[in-house]
Structure formats: C-alpha cells, structure tokens
Nanobody, 123 residues
Framework: EVQLVEFGGGLVQPGGPLRLSCAAS????????MSWVRQAPGKGLEWVSS????????RFADSVKGRFTIGRDNAKNTLYLQMSSLKPEDTAVYYC????????????????RGQGTQVTVSS
C-alpha cells in the first residue's frame, strides 16, 4: 500500500523559507517520479513541481519557478520541496504525489497523494 506522509509545514513570514518533506513507503520509491501539488483555501488543486525517479528531470509551475526547488533522497525514500521568498499566495495545503512511471507525471493532480501539510504565509 502506497503511503505518503508530508511534514514540515507551518507559519512563515512573507519572504521567508520553508522546507517540506515527504516520507514514502509501500513501494520502491527510487523507481517512480514524484510531485508536489497544493490546494489554497477555497480553490482547486494546483500542480507545483515534479521530479523524475533519477532526478534527471525537474519541472516547476510558473508561479513558483525560481523560488522553489524539488529534490529527493532515494536512499531515504524522501521527497523534498525547498521553498524560498514565500508569498501570501503560497498559503495552501501541500501534498506529495506518486507518478505511475519513472518520469515526471503527466497528470499529477490525479496521482495518489498523502494527507498534506499546511503552509501559511503571513505576517
């Protein structure tokens, strides 16, 4: 059974950094692409970033490009999202999700995901 547990969220001031982690289990983590998606209050799911299994390919939404970095440690079965220069509009519940292939997902909003971690950007 695929299990994804996100943590690291919290309250951060605008302009500040935050790093999210996602602990994966129940599947061979190193063989699958992974993504981060988010859901802001009152809005639908939004794709944030994806990474392929071997870290050779990374993609970012325009809204976070240059501010967020995605990474993974296949030895620790962990996915990361390093966020910097955070804005109030980054406030959302952040989820990690698992692709069905080693590549970056074609439909990350439909991939299985964890329970999410809340990120609130506010002064």
């Amino acid at each position: 059974e695929v299990q994804l547990v996100e943590f690291g969220g919290g309250l951060v001031q605008p302009g500040g950094p935050l790093r999210l982690s996602c602990a994966a289990s129940g599947f061979t983590f190193s063989r699958y692409g992974m993504s981060w998606v988010r859901q802001a209050p009152g809005k639908g799911l939004e794709w944030v970033s994806s990474i392929s299994s071997a870290r050779g390919s990374r993609r970012f939404a325009d809204s976070v490009k240059g501010r967020f970095t995605i990474g993974r440690d296949n030895a620790k079965n962990t996915l990361y999202l390093q966020m910097s220069s955070l804005k109030p509009e980054d406030t959302a519940v952040y989820y990690c999700s698992k692709s069905s292939t080693p590549l970056t997902s074609n439909d990350p909003l439909r991939d299985p995901r964890g329970q999410g971690t809340q990120v609130t950007v506010s002064s």
